[in-house]
């Protein structure tokens, strides 16, 4: 019984090592963070590996191949030694090591000189416990007469104990980098995270003084305790990924997790099935099937990012062709000067680069829209919003996102200098329910370009609604006496919110509504700083869209109030406005822009009233 605990739950711990380490670099394979988990992960994958080749010997090959030599030498050197010499693994250090570095660059501040060579020490422990581990018995022997289900199996030698202290020590540094890091960040969802790490890295430690116990005082403690601990980390380390976006860049979408969760699940339960009957029928030995489950995963793991590898590849002379048309579309409309024509031209070349049915582009005009260029789309859009077509980024629409008559599968805006100019429609592709992440990645420069064009096509009448807004403003200051208040000098004010002596000096601190938003005598520019950031506080109040807090994961409507009265008032880093919000850093300064000439436009307004009423 206890043997069939024991292949069970090491084998079920060698998947979900491999695969969510797979999955953090395939998801993330830019940030540093989420290759050291993963290097992490599969380091610890190699202890469940030793346990069930322990149980399960690999076999000598009497007629391998030549270039199989370096299997033979290796399968020979272990089995000299016994087959409880595959618990002697290694792979168990380096884990904790990497683990400590990611748990670094976690905290805030960056890597300075006492963190790197923390970092560089930990690494220097490992190639030592390496060494020591495959070519001396200073640190642990295997007793070939042992029974490889406990741990007293192992026997420790005289430069255990030291190791043991740092290991733990290691584990304790990284328990405390992630304890601060929970105390230095605002973010309720940062918290969870790091949270969630927290736990995983004690489990993990627990693991430690049980090798401890079974190896150096000898106590018949089952190899199956650590290897179920070890399991219990990993899944608070999946638990972190899923549901807060743990060691990943930018958000983890849970649909994913848990679709590819599922269907690694599948396929691990099918091959085993296979190598089952294989066992039974054929008399194949079981260990064999441990490897080729390895590389089932592996290979289901990588499968995405290889397609869309190879996709860039052969899809990487189309994509210039289609710059190069663009570019000279875009010429051709700086000579000529007719929009819609070459509009309606780089649409048909964009639909027949990602086999779109059909396309439409949307050029914004103040609060309404007109359709730019057609592309064989029949369908009505008189019951479309300027609203609806507003994204941060592109997204596929499912079923009736939008109300149209006729099927949309992708939008794409259309934004220059930080402001969206339009949107790019397209209907299902020709040969594929919705379009592949390579199409979509092939769609972002031409859109970027067309967002240009518009822009410097569209300037000469952005100028002339510029002059008009200027002589209707005009006429408004004389009719209410509303006061022009420069957006620079808010945002100004906004940056040294907390400098009382530089509000007092403001042309702000001037304004009528500071005297009377105190029943206080001003007499210092210290009186009026205060005052000044009393009112520009109250003001940022109002952009709340109601004084219910909003959920865990704050509504668009809440992230012009969020995001400025987090980075002025309460000063928090704008990485950590950005990870509670779950929003880039371009539309985090779109946002905070229109956020702050909504407050220099509110102050003007409350500033024009009491001029009125006085």
């Known amino acids: 019984m206890l043997l069939t605990i024991t292949l069970v739950v090491n084998f079920l711990g060698l998947i979900m090592a491999l695969w969510l380490g797979f999955y953090v670099i395939t998801r993330s394979p830019r940030k540093s963070i989420s290759w050291l988990s993963g290097l992490a992960l599969w380091s610890l994958s190699g202890n469940f590996l030793n346990v069930l080749l322990a149980l399960n010997p690999p076999q000598l090959l009497e007629h391998g191949p030549s270039w199989f030599r370096v299997y033979q030498t290796i399968i020979e050197g272990n ?6 010499s595959w618990l002697e693994g290694w792979l168990l250090v380096p884990s904790i090591m990497l683990w400590h570095h990611v748990t670094t660059l976690i905290r805030s501040g960056g890597m300075n000189l006492y963190r790197w060579i923390r970092v560089l020490f930990g690494y220097l422990i490992s190639l030592a416990a390496i060494y020591l581990q495959v070519a001396t018995p200073y640190l642990l022997v295997a007793d070939p007469m042992g029974d490889p289900l406990y741990l007293n199996t192992l026997q420790a030698g005289t430069l255990y104990p030291v190791f043991f202290i740092l290991l733990f020590v290691y584990i304790l540094m990284s328990t405390m980098n992630l304890l601060r890091s929970v105390q230095d960040t605002s973010s309720r969802l940062l918290k969870k995270q790091l949270s969630t790490l927290v736990i995983a890295t004690l489990i993990a430690g627990l693991a430690i003084p049980f ?3 079974g190896s150096l005082i000898g106590l018949h403690i089952p190899v199956v305790i650590p290897s179920a601990l070890l399991i219990l980390t990993i899944t608070a380390i999946g638990i972190g990924v899923s549901r807060y976006s743990a060691l990943m860049e930018g958000r983890t979408l849970r649909k994913d997790f848990l679709f590819n969760a599922v269907t690694m699940v599948g396929i691990t339960i099918l091959y085993v099935l296979v190598s089952l009957l294989s066992v039974w029928f054929f008399g194949v030995p079981p260990g064999v099937f441990v490897f080729i489950i390895m590389f089932a995963v592996i290979t289901h793991s ?6 869309r590898t190879v996709d860039v590849i052969v899809y ?3 994509t210039r062709n289609l710059r190069e048309r663009l570019l000279r579309l875009a010429d051709l409309i700086g000579e000529r000067g007719d929009l819609t024509e070459y509009l309606q031209g780089a649409l048909r070349e ?24 057609n592309y064989l789309y029949p369908g009505d859009i008189s019951q479309l919003s300027i609203e609806d077509l507003k994204a941060d980024d592109v997204f596929h629409i499912e079923g009736e996102q939008l109300p149209l008559s006729t099927d949309v599968s992708l939008l794409v805006p259309l934004y220059a200098d930080g402001k969206q100019l339009g949107a790019l429609l397209l209907g299902r592709p020709k040969n594929a329910m919705r379009y592949s992440n390579t199409d979509v990645d092939r769609l972002l420069y031409p859109c970027d370009r067309l967002a240009e064009v518009i822009k410097s096509m569209t300037r000469e009448a952005e100028q002339i609604a510029h002059i008009t807004s200027f002589v209707e403003s005009e006429a408004m200051k004389k009719r209410v006496d509303i006061p022009l208040i420069d ?20 042309r702000l601190a001037d304004l009528d509504l500071i005297s009377l938003s ?37 509504p668009r409507e809440w992230h012009p109030y969020i995001i400025l009265h987090d980075a002025y008032v309460m000063d928090t880093p704008n990485r950590d406005i950005m990870s509670k919000l779950y929003i880039s850093e371009g539309t985090f300064n ?6 702050v000439r909504a407050v220099t436009r509110a102050i003007s307004e409350m500033e024009g009233a009491l001029e009125m009423r006085t």
């Open 79 to 84: 089995l000299s030694k016994g087959a409880n």
């Open 518 to 554: 105190t029943s206080e005598d001003l007499v210092t520019h210290i009186d009026r700083g205060k005052a000044l950031r009393k009112l520009i506080s109250d003001t940022i109040d109002k952009l709340k869209p109601s004084d219910e807090a909003p959920g865990e994961i704050p």
């Open 211 to 213: 090798s401890y116990l």
């Open 590 to 595: 779109r946002t905070r822009r229109s956020a």
């Open 316 to 318: 990487r002379h189309e």
């Open 487 to 506: 957006v620079r000098e808010v945002e100004d004010a906004l940056r040294n919110l907390s400098d009382y002596s530089y509000l007092g000096h403001s």
């Open 350 to 373: 964009i639909c027949s680069s990602v086999n779109a049915t059909a396309g439409m582009i949307i050029i914004f005009n103040q609060d309404n829209f007109e359709v730019a260029a």
């Open 302 to 307: 990588v499968v995405d990012l290889g397609r």
